[in-house]
């Protein structure tokens, strides 16, 4: 069972529509969420760090916001340079393993086509 | 400042051959870490260090080994490849340990096919 799920598994956008990819977790005790982006043949590139519910962050079209129980992050006006896969992760008290580790979802891959 | 640094890009094993994939990262972490990525899967943690000497196992540490003997250095060891080995390998470093939130730099990985 993940303990991190991300939606949708692919997305393909056009260039300039918005939308929003959606990472949800069992975690007690969260003590942090990360999104990374992850070109093809490269590692996955930090983007933001959340820590409680109504936070949010924002860099160039790319914000993430947090509630309890998951976490969006919200593209506005998509170019086809944001195409990636997004990968989520959770820091806590994941049930059934250990706190002190980070959980990665298993990514949603955005396509956005001109 | 190279950051994370991961050699080989690509190998392919035979079943029962060793090899060792090699990290090196030059932004003075102190914590390291193995990481493999299995298609649609998440990133599974392997084995990670939180200091020269220091290891520990992570989430799938079986048939792997891991040694620190320097804080730049964190080489993954595989004994005896199996096909369930098959996949992309990524080592990162961070400053903190991923307990206090600091993130992980992550090299480009090396991908791994037995055969």
């Known amino acids: 069972e993940d303990q991190v799920t991300q939606s949708p598994e692919a997305l393909r956008l056009q260039e300039g529509e918005s939308s929003s990819l959606n990472c949800s977790y069992t975690v007690s005790g969260l003590r942090g969420l990360f999104w990374y982006r992850q070109d093809p043949g490269k590692g996955p590139e930090f983007l933001f760090t959340?820590?409680?519910a109504g936070e949010e962050k924002e860099k160039e079209r790319l914000k993430a916001t947090l509630t309890k129980k998951e976490s969006f992050l919200h593209i506005t006006a998509p170019k086809p340079e944001d195409s990636a896969t997004y990968l989520c992760?959770?820091?806590?008290?994941?049930?059934?393993?250990?706190?002190?580790?980070?959980?990665f979802g298993r990514g949603t891959q955005l396509t956005v086509w001109p | 400042n190279a950051g994370v640094t991961q050699t080989p890009k690509f190998r392919i094993l035979k079943i029962g051959q060793s090899m060792t994939l090699q990290c090196t990262q030059d932004?003075?972490?102190?914590?390291m870490y193995w990481y493999r990525q299995d298609p649609g899967m998440g990133l599974k943690l392997i084995y990670y260090s939180v200091g020269a000497g220091i290891t520990d196992k992570g989430e799938v540490p079986n048939g792997y080994n891991v040694s620190r003997s320097t804080t730049e250095d964190f080489p993954l060891r595989l004994e005896l490849a199996a096909p369930s080995q098959t996949s992309v390998y990524f080592c990162?470093?961070?400053?903190?340990?991923?307990?206090?939130?600091?993130?992980?730099?992550f090299g480009n990985g090396t991908r791994l096919t037995v055969t």
């Open positions: 932004m003075n972490h102190n914590y």
């Open positions: 959340l820590y409680s």
């Open positions: 992760a959770v820091q806590g008290v994941v049930r059934g393993s250990t706190l002190g580790r980070l959980y």
């Open positions: 990162a470093s961070s400053y903190l340990s991923s307990s206090y939130n600091s993130p992980l730099h």
